[in-house]
Structure formats: C-alpha cells, structure tokens
C-alpha cells in the first residue's frame, strides 16, 4: 500500500508559477513510476507528466512541454511538479499517482493515488 497526499496547489495569476509536491509513505516510494493527473470541471482526467523510478525516463503531454517540470527525491519520499508560464486553461484539480515499475500515461494503468490539490489560473 501506498499513501500519497499532495500539496502545494492554489490561485494564481497567469503567467506564475506553482510548485506542486506529492509526499508518499508505506511501500517503498523508489520502486514506482510516478505520474501527474488532472482533471478540470466537467473534462475527463488528463495525463500531465511521468517519471520512472530513477527520474531518468521523463514525458510531458503536448500542452504542458517546456512549461512543466517534474523531478522526484526518493530520499524524502516526495515528487515535485514545477508550473511555469500557467494559463488559465491549466486551471484543475491535479492528483499524483503511482504504478510500480515502468512510466505510463494511462491512468488505469496507476495503482495509487492522492486526494488532488486545486489548482486556479485567473486570466
């Protein structure tokens, strides 16, 4: 069993910035791939960004490229997701997940999962 518990969302103008964190405790954290969902009003939950076990095997949807930023330390049990340049339409709930193993962008493919942390991008 995996507990995770995000923080770190909030509401912020357009073109900030926003650290997300996803802390993780029970099994050991270094043996999953990690991945960052989000789902906003009314939309089906999208595929954010993943990273493997290692943090050397990384992938960004399309929308979120050269903007997002996701790094894990397996020291502290913890990823990150750095949110440069946000745009309104990244406004969501985002949810950490976990899959033992490889990386993945499928969301059934995710064992575990956070509660989510909100996350508004006014105009």
């Known amino acids: 069993q995996v507990q995770l518990v995000e923080s770190g969302g909030g509401l912020v103008q357009a073109g900030g910035s926003l650290r997300l964190s996803c802390a993780a405790s029970?099994?050991?954290?270094?043996?999953?791939?990690m991945g960052w969902f989000r789902q906003a009003p009314g939309k089906e939950r999208e595929f954010v960004a993943t990273?493997?076990?290692?943090?050397?095997?990384?992938y960004y949807a399309d929308s979120v490229k050269g903007r997002f930023t996701i790094a894990r330390n397996n020291a502290k049990n913890t990823v990150y997701m750095k949110m440069n340049s946000l745009k309104p339409e990244d406004t969501a709930v985002y949810s950490c997940a976990a899959r033992p193993t490889t990386t993945g962008t499928n969301s059934l493919d995710y064992e575990y999962w956070g509660q989510g942390t909100q996350v508004t991008v006014s105009p």
């Open positions: 990273l493997s076990w290692s943090g050397g095997i990384v």
């Open positions: 029970g099994r050991t954290f270094s043996r999953y791939a």
